[in-house]
């Protein structure tokens, strides 16, 4: 893997966005493990930030991303963490995932989490911004928390949290490559039923999806990744999985915020329209054409086709982990 440089001039300005103690933290990332400065640089991350970063590089392992950031986080993972409570998808207790009612409250419950515009960027305040969906590179640890906040406060069921490890690698629309690479993943998850579900507009925009199939989206050996259900509040992969600190998703918004600026770039890099697309003509209205491989379910949790329980609700759709 190509080693990366940071310049003077990258220097400078994440010391002027983040700080000198935490840019140089951030250079000596750089310097030590071939993290892009443009990371740092792009969304003014630091500290909790740069541990919780989900980013994998291309060629690299997921337990060497991982080891990224635990050296960042300076101790080993605590016992009873998200991470280390990890186990393979087929041994999962799904018991304690809270429950929705029925499919039609889970799904408006998804389109208004999705929908909800009420960030502030400090570059155009006027301009309120959804959660980042369009910049799925990183940015996870927050998204999750934040929709599960908003959910909380519309009186709608506090969904947990599910983390996923391993090489995971998915399709997007929103990167040059059309594709990114993560350590670990972390979305909302809820059961209809005995059927689980996942609130992921960074990978699907237009609907929930069953646990499996979403898993599906990010690579196609799902056993060879390693899951972890968790409490509602169990913010990053080193929190406690069942007893997380009660402050510890306090600085979802702030930490949210630090990508807008990313995701505004990234589109303007794509030569799509962030007016538009953060704005009133987000893609799910005017999808964004993208090949996308097809993801079996033909064995869904349930032994039911996962198409047909939502079908009536939804439309006609496959679920194919792309957008629609």
Same mark, same amino acid.
């Not at 169990?234 to 929190?239: C, G, L, M």
């Not at 030569?271 to 987000?282: F, Q, R, V």
């Given at each position: 893997?190509?080693?990366?440089?940071?310049?003077?001039?990258?220097?400078?300005?994440?010391?002027?966005?983040?700080?000198?103690?935490?840019?140089?933290?951030?250079?000596?990332?750089?310097?030590?493990?071939?993290?892009?400065?443009?990371?740092?640089?792009?969304?003014?991350?630091?500290?909790?930030?740069?541990?919780?970063?989900?980013?994998?590089? /291309?060629?690299?392992? $997921?337990?060497? #991303?991982?080891?990224?950031? @635990?050296? *960042?986080?300076? %101790?080993?993972?605590? +016992?009873?963490?998200?991470?280390?409570?990890?186990?393979?998808?087929?041994?999962?207790?799904?018991?304690?995932?809270?429950?929705?009612?029925?499919?039609?409250?889970?799904?408006?419950?998804?389109?208004?989490?999705?929908?909800?515009?009420?960030?502030?960027?400090?570059?155009?305040?006027?301009?309120?911004?959804?959660?980042?969906?369009?910049?799925?590179?990183?940015?996870?640890?927050?998204?999750?928390?934040?929709?599960?906040?908003?959910?909380?406060?519309?009186?709608?069921?506090?969904?947990?949290?599910?983390?996923?490890?391993?090489?995971?690698?998915?399709?997007?629309?929103?990167?040059?490559?059309?594709?990114?690479?993560?350590?670990?993943?972390?979305?909302?998850?809820?059961?209809?039923?005995? /059927?689980?579900?996942? $609130?992921?507009? #960074?990978?699907?925009?237009? @609907?929930? *999806?069953?646990? %499996?199939?979403?898993? +599906?989206?990010?690579?196609?050996?799902?056993?060879?990744?390693?899951?972890?259900?968790?409490?509602?509040?169990?913010?990053?992969?080193?929190?406690?999985?069942?007893?997380?600190?009660?402050?510890?998703?306090?600085?979802?918004?702030?930490?949210?915020?630090?990508?807008?600026?990313?995701?505004?770039?990234?589109?303007?890099?794509?030569?799509?329209?962030?007016?538009?697309?953060?704005?009133?003509?987000?893609?799910?209205?005017?999808?964004?054409?993208?090949?996308?491989?097809?993801?079996?379910?033909?064995?869904?949790?349930?032994?039911?086709?996962?198409?047909?329980?939502?079908?009536?609700?939804?439309?006609?759709?496959?679920?194919?982990?792309?957008?629609?």
């Amino acid at each position: 893997m190509k080693k990366s440089t940071v310049t003077t001039a990258a220097k400078t300005a994440l010391k002027r966005i983040i700080g000198k103690q935490e840019a140089a933290l951030a250079i000596a990332f750089v310097a030590c493990f071939c993290l892009p400065a443009h990371v740092f640089a792009q969304t003014g991350t630091g500290d909790a930030a740069l541990i919780n970063s989900a980013i994998r590089f /291309e060629g690299e392992d $997921y337990l060497e #991303a991982m080891s990224r950031s @635990k050296k *960042l986080l300076g %101790k080993a993972a605590p +016992a009873g963490s998200a991470v280390s409570a990890a186990v393979p998808y087929v041994n999962l207790d799904l018991s304690k995932v809270p429950v929705v009612d029925n499919l039609e409250t889970l799904v408006k419950s998804f389109n208004e989490v999705r929908d909800i515009r009420f960030l502030i960027s400090p570059a155009k305040p006027e301009f309120l911004r959804r959660m980042t969906w369009m910049y799925p590179d990183d940015g996870c640890f927050a998204r999750a928390a934040m929709m599960g906040k908003k959910l909380q406060e519309w009186n709608y069921v506090r969904p947990g949290k599910v983390f996923v490890f391993g090489n995971l690698k998915v399709k997007t629309a929103y990167s040059k490559t059309g594709e990114v690479g993560w350590w670990y993943h972390v979305v909302p998850i809820v059961k209809v039923g005995e /059927e689980a579900y996942v $609130y992921d507009p #960074a990978i699907v925009q237009t @609907k929930p *999806l069953p646990l %499996k199939d979403w898993l +599906a989206t990010m690579g196609s050996d799902i056993g060879a990744m390693k899951v972890s259900v968790c409490t509602p509040t169990t913010y990053s992969p080193y929190d406690n999985c069942l007893d997380p600190r009660p402050e510890a998703d306090a600085s979802a918004e702030s930490d949210q915020k630090r990508y807008l600026a990313a995701e505004w770039d990234r589109l303007v890099s794509l030569k799509m329209d962030p007016e538009k697309l953060l704005g009133n003509e987000p893609p799910w209205l005017a999808p964004v054409p993208v090949a996308v491989p097809a993801v079996d379910v033909a064995a869904p949790v349930t032994g039911k086709p996962a198409n047909v329980l939502v079908m009536g609700l939804l439309g006609n759709f496959s679920f194919d982990g792309g957008t629609r």
